[in-house]
């Protein structure tokens, strides 16, 4: 079993009027096959949680570590974090115009594995992947992003985390901008993840609607860059009926 532990974070941000610390000592342990949701107003730090793990430059780490089976990822560069077995999905992928899905995809799948894939065995389980997300094959020869609808380019987020199969899938708010139809098929390629490895999940979301969806095992509440509450999967609940103003008063 792995975890990622995270373990008292400060983090902070460079700003017209100088630093501004974001983060204030967060403490939270995700283990192998658990999911747990980060939910909080905005401007909690749910996103400058997830782009500090994945080693944003724009987010400074002034104190606290963040451990991948013991071993301290602040040290490493974005990509050694990816190879050790993170994966963020954004809540705004970017275009990569130039760069085609299918070579995107076999480069990742390439760097993460140390090695190339078999092309026949690789080539099938792109077509089944995209299949299984209402995808049209002809994706793979579009360039990354350009031009995809929001939706679409959520579920080419969830494409790559089922082929590359992360240790740890951070997914930050990748329910943002969904139809129901589109957030149900996204949500089922998370659950198809979850059922058929041991890969833990951090879902950051405003909402509950993906959590009927995505069953997490734990809840944590973010204010003013701390967790202000945890609980199981009735808190979420609790949230729904009550909202944050309880926190905030």
């Known amino acids: ?37 980060i939910m909080g107003p905005n401007g909690s730090g749910k996103s400058t949680l997830a782009y500090s793990i994945a080693g944003h430059p724009d987010y400074e780490v002034t104190e606290g570590e963040v451990l991948l089976d013991g071993v301290n990822i602040l040290d490493m560069s974005v990509d050694e974090r990816a190879r050790a077995g993170l994966f963020l999905a954004m809540q705004y992928p970017v275009e990569v115009p130039g760069v085609t899905v299918a070579n995107f995809l076999r480069t990742a799948k390439t760097a993460i594995d140390g090695e190339a894939p078999k ?12 299949e299984n997300l209402r995808m049209d094959p002809a994706f793979s020869q579009r360039d990354v992003n350009a031009g995809f609808s929001g939706g679409e380019k959520k579920r080419f987020e969830i494409l790559q985390m089922e082929l590359l199969r992360p240790r740890f899938a951070i997914l930050d708010e990748t329910d943002s901008g969904l139809d129901i139809d589109a957030l149900r098929i996204v949500s089922e390629g998370v659950n198809r993840l979850h059922d058929a490895s041991d890969a833990g999940f951090l879902l950051i979301t405003h909402y509950t609607r993906i959590l009927r969806y995505i069953k997490p095992s734990h809840i944590h509440v973010f204010v003013d860059g701390r967790v202000a509450e945890e609980g199981g999967p009735d808190l979420a609940d609790r949230l729904e009926e009550e909202g944050y103003d309880r926190f905030l008063a």
């Open 1 to 37: 079993m792995s975890t990622l532990e995270i373990k008292n974070l400060h983090v902070q941000v460079d700003t017209n009027d100088g630093p501004k610390p974001i983060l204030k000592g967060v403490d939270l342990t995700v283990a192998s096959g658990e999911v747990h949701a």
């Open 119 to 130: 092309v026949r065995q690789w080539i099938g389980q792109v077509n089944q992947a995209m």
